[in-house]
Nanobody, 120 residues
């Protein structure tokens, strides 16, 4: 069994910063891509950023230059540093990871989400 747990969300003023963390645990053999999606009320879930095991990253155009994704492979952890936050960044942020388990099964796993609210 594999679990992803996010942390670091909260309420922040426009222009502020937050750092999200996502820890994967359980019967993990290998983790390929890790990333973050977000879903705002009334909108579809969208990709924010993703990073491969080799640390190649890609970003949504709306967050380029403001958000940075990173990972610590030894800790099975991904991070999303969010700077210069805007009200339109308000959403539930979900971590995902493409994981091969010790039973040699490969799947995408998701966290339960963490709320980020940008408001004055």
């Amino acid at each position: 069994q594999v679990q992803l747990v996010e942390s670091g969300g909260g309420l922040v003023q426009p222009g502020g910063s937050l750092r999200l963390s996502c820890v994967a645990s359980g019967s993990i053999f290998n983790i390929y891509t890790m990333g973050w999606y977000r879903q705002a009320p009334g909108k579809q879930r969208e990709l924010v950023a993703a990073i491969t095991s080799g640390r190649s990253a890609n970003y949504a155009d709306s967050v380029k230059g403001r958000f940075t994704i990173s990972r610590d492979n030894a800790k099975n952890t991904a991070y999303l540093q969010m700077n210069t936050l805007k009200p339109e960044d308000t959403a539930v942020y979900y971590c995902y990871a493409n994981i091969v388990t010790t039973c040699a099964r490969q799947n995408n796993y998701w966290g339960h989400g963490t709320q980020v609210t940008v408001s004055s």
